[in-house]
């Protein structure tokens, strides 16, 4: 199978961890006799200083005619300066509404031979962490209109968030068609009791679910279940709820399975090229310095296999090989603790790829 995949490297880690996702990746198209083209363009805040643009047309052009695209992180406190609607973040915004990627799933799925690593209580990790958030990523308050007035001699700023059937039907689909695959089980988070937006997508959400008998289904206020994710984790299976919810929702979620570092994500919409990557920042204070952990986008990869290529074999090997290397005690710094092998970037890299099997 050929392939063409387009690469953002973007800032900060951001180079150092997608070379090494992309290492593996062409171990597993050696491995399994595919053909992954890889190609480079600039998006964030490299972008920006390369071409006075954080999205160039021509690599938001190429990325529509991928057949995927792998991401590593934008951003950093050196473009804090430029105009709002230049910033790095926005590239992302505008790649993810050019190619319609409305739904982001977000594991969080702790590694047993992390388990020590969370935050959180023996007897809580060991009851279980694996659910997957599904965020709806291209509507609500990041995508409404934001502007700041002067009103009776002081600022006012205004921030929309609006949703519509649509937009809610799509992703509670998502959400029940995942759960199917799972352990069905659907929570819908939102705040109906003071939001209006959160009323309509109570209701929408309900009358999706009744189209999924065989899935359980039930709500969930965002500050009960803030509470709940570190409660009690195990409860949960797919959580569905909108972008702004999510976004904070899901970087709680990836805490508590030890490391931010070691999450993917993968972005989709109705047709197979989604965009791939590690939830994780850019670390700029790390940058540059090989200690950075690329599992996060390793496995964003293997997702990339799984979810745009119908790859099911090849990111079971991905998985299957950072589980191999966490067993045999490597850990980057990040997740390193006493007894473990300290490890760079690179070597992490090497390591997973060549238990490629």
């Not at 900060?12 to 050696?30: H, L, S, Y």
């Not at 799933?105 to 935050?119: G, H, N, V, Y």
């Not at 002067?150 to 700023?157: F, L, M, N, P, S």
């Not at 005690?329 to 099997?357: H, N, P, Q, W």
Request: hydrophobic fraction near 45%; aromatic fraction near 6%; charged fraction near 25%.
């Amino acid at each position: 199978m050929e392939k063409n995949i387009v690469v953002i490297k973007g800032d900060g880690i951001g180079p150092e961890i997608v070379t090494e996702a992309v290492k593996v990746m062409r171990k597993v198209a050696a491995v399994y006799g595919h053909a992954f083209r890889f190609e480079e363009v600039a998006a964030g805040g490299c972008a920006i200083d390369q071409f006075g643009q954080c999205l160039p047309q021509e690599s938001l052009d190429k990325c529509l005619a991928a057949d995927s695209v792998l991401l590593g992180a934008v951003g950093g406190p050196k473009w804090d300066g430029v105009d709002k609607n230049n910033r790095p973040e926005k590239a992302l915004l505008r790649i993810r509404s050019a190619m319609g990627l409305y739904a982001n799933l977000r594991p969080a799925k702790i590694f047993p031979q992390l388990s020590s690593a969370s935050p959180l209580k023996k007897e809580i990790v060991d009851a279980g962490i694996d659910f997957v958030m599904a965020r709806e990523l291209i509507g609500g308050i990041y995508f409404g209109e934001h502007k700041t007035v002067e009103v009776g001699g002081e600022e006012q700023a205004t921030d929309i968030m609006a949703y519509s059937t649509h937009e809610i039907e799509r992703i509670a689909r998502v959400a029940f068609e995942t759960a199917r695959k799972r352990g069905k089980k659907v929570v819908s988070v939102e705040k109906s009791n003071v939001l209006d937006c959160s009323r309509l997508w109570k209701k929408v959400v309900a009358a999706v679910a009744a189209q999924y008998p065989d899935v359980a289904y039930s709500t969930m206020l965002v500050d009960n279940c803030a509470m709940q994710i570190v409660k009690n984790p195990a409860q949960f299976d797919v959580i569905v709820t909108e972008n702004m919810f999510g976004d904070i929702l899901s970087d709680e979620a990836s805490m508590i399975t030890g490391s931010i570092g070691m999450i993917p994500s993968s972005s989709l919409g109705d047709g197979t090229n989604g965009m791939y990557e590690p939830i994780h920042g850019s670390a700029p204070d790390i940058a540059g310095q090989n200690i950075a952990n690329p599992v996060g986008t390793i496995l964003s990869g293997a997702m990339m296999l799984k979810y745009s290529f119908d790859m099911a074999a090849e990111s079971d090997a991905i998985e299957r090989a950072v589980s191999q290397v966490l067993d045999e005690g490597y850990r980057t710094t990040d997740i390193f603790s006493a007894g473990m092998k300290l490890v760079s970037c690179s070597e992490m890299g090497d390591l997973v790829a060549a238990r490629i099997r």
